[in-house]
């Protein structure tokens, strides 16, 4: 069945991709910092925004702005090219990305929130790390002010729609993640 049409239409977007199979996306620590060579790359030429990104094992999401209809053709230079860079530096041959990368429009500035968090908790989630914060593959350390690794992040729209201030972008991903932990909590009862 072929895949549904895209959502183009310019705005704000959770996109993520994913390696084939239970592949990893990245290995080790060149393979993070190419992608995200690739990624500002990627930024600078479709004048994107970069609202978060975080890096996984296996996968990766972005909460990308983006101001026209150039959401596939980026994606696509982004993919290839990280794709023929890891074939190429770990011996690999064949497709690397498990299908075409996912998104899904932002709707609102609560969905901003939502998705915003989902993101940047992923590591806590997948008991990689305790804190959101503390996961040095995401740009979350950077909105908070908390670290200066990703200048080329914007976390401003997720800012301004928790109050206006990163400390009221903590308390709601905090609160999140308080929900999350209580949601699994009564699951497993």
């Known amino acids: 069945m072929p ?14 991709v994913n390696a ?3 592949e990893q996306y990245f290995l080790d620590h060149d393979d993070r910092v190419t992608w995200i060579r690739l990624l500002c790359r990627t930024l600078d030429r479709y004048a994107w925004t970069c609202v978060a990104f975080c ?3 296996t996968h990766v999401h972005l909460i990308l702005d983006v101001p026209d209809r150039s959401l596939a053709l980026g994606m696509k230079d982004l993919n290839m090219g990280y794709s023929r860079d890891f074939n190429a530096r770990h011996e690999r041959g064949g497709q690397f990305v498990r299908r075409r990368y996912r998104s899904r429009r932002i709707a609102s500035g609560r969905d901003l929130i939502g998705a915003y968090a989902y993101v ?25 002010g908390l670290s200066d690794d990703f200048p080329f992040v914007d976390g401003t729209l997720a800012v301004a729609e928790a109050g206006g201030y990163p400390d009221r972008l903590r308390a709601a991903i905090e609160s999140r993640q308080r929900e999350n932990v209580s949601r699994s909590a009564t699951a497993g009862v």
């Open 20 to 22: 084939t199979g239970k």
């Open 55 to 57: 890096q996984m094992s």
């Open 120 to 144: 940047v908790l992923n590591p806590v989630a997948a008991g990689i790390s305790l804190r959101p914060e503390d996961w040095r593959w995401s740009s979350y350390a950077t909105t908070l």
């Open 3 to 16: 895949s549904p049409p895209r959502d183009l239409a310019p705005g704000v977007s959770h996109v993520w």
